[in-house]
């Protein structure tokens, strides 16, 4: 059957591809989130079922490591870690020869909770879950869950924004709400709609995480009826630079530029310069408060 997937785990391959899942023995794996930095609870729930009829297996959930690395868990009173080796038989097994009545369904089970430090080796993990006749490698199921680590807070960054702007050059000001979601693993996506001086504004970005702890950013948008295309980063000391290219002008924006700003503790403050079509320039201040 699927003998060819832990022969793939043990070179330390990360890109799997299941064939056909034996219909009656199944598994699962999932994260709470997908991005996961310092101070930030990493969760991980596996759940086992077997609709057939009783079969006797073995269970093994492996970690992948950022640099391909396998580590085999066994449950001893709480997961054991053990490195993976180019020999099979030496595979650490969640559980061994267990047996399965028909009917049998876990549910989801948390098996690994960990609070990250930050300290830990940043980029992508994946677990991989699968389950196996006892003694053998013919793989019955399995199933992959991927998450990112970064260095630096993530989930601080994620839910709902409250944003407020002022553009004393306009003698206006405005609100807006922007949302941060949990999109894939090293990428969040980001989304913007309110008003400022009672024009609408919106955008759409997508973050992408570093292994420095960083955040980089591409954005496209309508400000003031101005279609725009931008870029910007958020270092790791939450310092943030940005460009903004105008596609098309609209009614009395012209161009945007010099986009700076800080984050921290849940504060988002940035500044930047709008040069109206009349061509004169002003200040727009923006702060954004984390809910």
């Known amino acids: 059957m699927k003998r060819v997937f832990l022969i793939l785990i043990a070179v330390f391959l990360l890109t799997l591809k299941a064939t056909t899942t034996h219909a009656a023995t199944t598994v699962n794996v999932n994260n709470n989130h997908n991005n996961y930095g310092a101070g930030d609870a990493i969760v991980t ?3 086992l079922a077997n609709s057939g009829d009783p079969v006797t297996v073995d269970v093994y959930l492996a970690l992948v490591l950022p640099e391909q690395t396998v ?7 709480g997961l054991v870690p053990q490195a993976a080796t180019g020999d099979p038989s ?3 097994k969640l559980v061994s020869n267990v ?3 028909g009917g049998f369904e876990t549910g989801s089970v948390p098996i690994f909770m960990y609070t990250a430090s930050g300290a830990e080796q940043p980029g992508i993990y994946q677990w991989v879950f699968a389950v196996v006749p006892a003694g053998t490698l013919d793989v019955l199921d399995f199933k992959t869950a991927s998450f990112f680590l970064s260095p630096r807070p ?4 994620l839910g709902v924004w409250n944003v407020t702007t002022s553009l004393p050059s306009l003698g206006g000001s405005g609100t807006a709400t922007l949302e941060v979601l949990d999109s894939a693993p090293g990428i969040l ?6 008003y400022s ?5 919106s955008f759409n970005a997508t973050g992408v995480l570093t292994l420095q702890g960083g955040i980089s950013l591409t954005m496209t ?14 270092d790791p000391s939450g310092n943030i630079s940005g460009t903004i290219n105008v596609t098309s002008v609209g009614p009395f924006i012209q161009a945007i530029t010099n986009i700076s700003g800080t984050i921290s503790g849940g504060v988002l403050n940035t500044t930047e310069v709008l040069h109206y079509t009349d061509g004169t320039s002003g200040l727009e201040y923006l702060t954004a408060i984390h809910q």
């Open 90 to 92: 030496t595979w650490a």
């Open 189 to 194: 996506s980001l989304s913007a709609n309110g």
């Open 45 to 47: 729930s596996i759940a």
């Open 71 to 77: 580590v085999f868990f066994q449950y001893d009173n």
């Open 221 to 234: 948008g309508d400000v003031f009826g101005t279609l725009v295309q931008g870029s910007g980063f958020v």
């Open 99 to 101: 047996t399965l009545p």
């Open 197 to 201: 001086a009672g024009v609408t504004s």
């Open 154 to 157: 993530v989930d601080t960054f």
